[in-house]
Structure formats: C-alpha cells, structure tokens
C-alpha cells in the first residue's frame, strides 16, 4: 500500500537506536528509555511546497509529535513539517 501524507506532512520510517546498553555495559531495556525525540528516515513528504525535507533525508523529531501508524506490517509515523528539529547529515 503506498500512502502520501498531505499538506505540510512528512511520512517517516522510525530509525532503531543502536545503543541498548549504558556506558558501563549494562543491558538497558526499552522502559529505562526515556525517548524524547525520534530519529526518522523521510519516505514521502505532504504536497506543501514549503517543506525543506526531501525522500530519504534522516530528520530528528519530537515523540510526542508524532502519530505511529501500521502499514503492511511496518510501523510508521506522520509528522507536521513544523515539528521536525533538524536534519541529520553523515559525513
């Protein structure tokens, strides 16, 4: 199923933290994690013009911004553009 968000939407893939353990090496589980912002790949944007992400751009995001949606299977979120806090670049 292909969805297209609409107006100042951004449809985005949740991208897995890889770190499960603290510093010290203690296994953390997911109730210790205190997620505040969510790390996202972009896989569709809405059909404002105005927004400054594109397809496959990792952005960081508020939690509680975001509405988690399933799709085939796959969990997903959608997101206001205006919520979106940066842009992640690799080197």
Known sequence: MKV???GKR???KKLEDKAK???????L???AKSEKVVLGQVLEVGSDEEI????NDQVLVQSFSCSEIEID????????STD????VKNK
């Not at 353990?21 to 296994?27: A, H, K, L, R, Y």
């Not at 400054?52 to 397809?55: D, G």
């Open 21 to 27: 353990t603290s510093p010290g090496g203690i296994v």
């Open 29 to 31: 589980p997911d109730s």
């Open 10 to 12: 951004i449809l985005l």
């Open 52 to 55: 400054e992400v594109k397809k």
């Open 73 to 80: 299977g796959e969990k997903l979120l959608i997101v206001k």
């Open 4 to 6: 297209k968000p609409l």
């Open 84 to 87: 979106v806090l940066a842009v």
